[in-house]
């Protein structure tokens, strides 16, 4: 197992402050961007608590998340973990056990760090209305659920076999994230009423879906050689004469390729959803089209560019885009989020080759 990554200097420092201080809403900002770089940029332009909400939302996703990713640990002892997590929205003697019990974990620096003081997400979270923390804590245990169901299912490490499992697992992860966000739209933004929220549900899971299957395949070989995981079904594998256990094999990298393409295909097709997705929300509501149309742009461009790749398939490999282009799609986007015909022009703009604007 490599050392955790240690944060970068202001992020620590101002983490560091928080925890002197126990400040749960200055930890739960400072730790967020050293835990997602895209959703802080994002989460910045929700306004009151709505903002607050996702921020919230989010790093009770990424606790949840720590613990399934969590290597060397015991199946059972991570169930119980999840049971304690789900528990301590109402329990602080749950809390507490979970604050212990994920003490020995190992893993990425910020999200050990996250999720050892999870006691301080909760306290900020609790001060949230009470609708919207029914929202939220709705969607935090169908993702947690569904996560521990997975991590008993494969003791040894995730595997997934079928392409319906496929499904199944990225609605648990990231499916549920959709439909929290979009709800939450609609308890905090008076533009999406109940017709409006309805549409939206509509192609919410593909939103959400599309960006987990572009980080899944951007990073097979992360994820098989850091988290012992493989999410690419054996039986896509398996029709191209290779196994999980051979997906990084230099000799089958062609067979393995060829095993990505109904993964591909998938990612395609549910990021035309997501756009459509963004589309449907009213260009008043600003700041949740702001929010929405970074993460789809750099999805566009990654999967553009894994299409054209066989990097995520060698050891240490992964496919990332350049920074020049992430900046280019955040200044972009941010100025053709409110058009219509902007995003449709942008997003094929991105589909076909590299946008990288120059910068003085």
Not at 246 to 266: C, F, G, K, V, W
Not at 333 to 347: D, K, T, Y
Request: proline share 5%.
């Amino acid at each position: 197992m490599p050392d955790a990554l240690p944060l970068p200097p202001a992020v620590s420092e101002a983490v560091a402050d928080a925890l002197t201080r126990r400040d749960a809403a200055r930890f739960c900002e400072a730790i967020l961007p050293a835990v997602s770089r895209t959703f802080a940029l994002g989460i910045k332009v929700l306004p009151g608590d709505l903002g607050q909400a996702v921020l919230d939302a989010y790093l009770l996703c990424r606790i949840a998340d720590t613990v399934e990713d969590a290597p060397g640990i015991d199946p059972e002892v991570k169930a119980g973990l999840f049971d304690d997590f789900l528990a301590a929205f109402d329990h602080a003697d749950a809390l507490a056990r979970f604050t212990a019990g994920v003490q020995p974990l190992t893993g990425d620096l910020a999200h050990l760090t996250l999720a050892k003081n999870s006691a301080l997400v909760f306290e900020h979270f609790g001060a949230l209305p009470h609708d919207t923390r029914v929202v939220v804590r709705r969607w935090v245990t169908e993702m947690a659920v569904g996560m521990r169901k997975f991590v008993l299912l494969y003791p040894h490490g995730i595997r997934i076999q079928t392409l319906d499992e496929y499904r199944e697992y990225c609605y648990y992860v990231a499916g549920t994230v959709g439909y929290m966000l979009t709800d939450l739209w609609h308890e905090h933004s008076p533009s999406i009423g109940t017709r409006r929220h309805a549409i939206l549900r509509e192609r919410c899971r593909a939103f959400a879906e599309a960006l987990q299957t572009v980080n899944i395949l951007k990073d097979v070989a992360v994820d098989a050689e850091k988290e012992n995981s493989v999410y690419v079904p054996e039986e896509l594998l398996e029709a191209e004469g290779s196994t999980q256990s051979r997906i990084l094999a230099p000799e089958l990298l062609a067979s393995n390729r060829a095993a990505l393409t109904q993964l591909i295909q998938l990612a395609w097709h549910d990021l035309e959803e997501a756009r459509a997705y963004l589309l449907d929300i009213p260009r008043r509501a600003v700041s949740i089209r702001l929010f929405c149309i970074l993460p789809l742009l750099l999805a566009y461009a990654t999967l553009r560019d894994l299409v054209q790749s066989s990097a995520m398939l060698q050891p240490g490999g992964s496919v990332k885009i350049s920074r020049r282009e992430v900046k280019s799609l955040l200044l972009t986007g941010a100025m053709l989020a409110m058009s219509n015909s902007g995003v449709r022009w942008l997003v094929d703009r991105v589909r076909r080759r590299s946008f990288e604007l120059t910068f003085a």
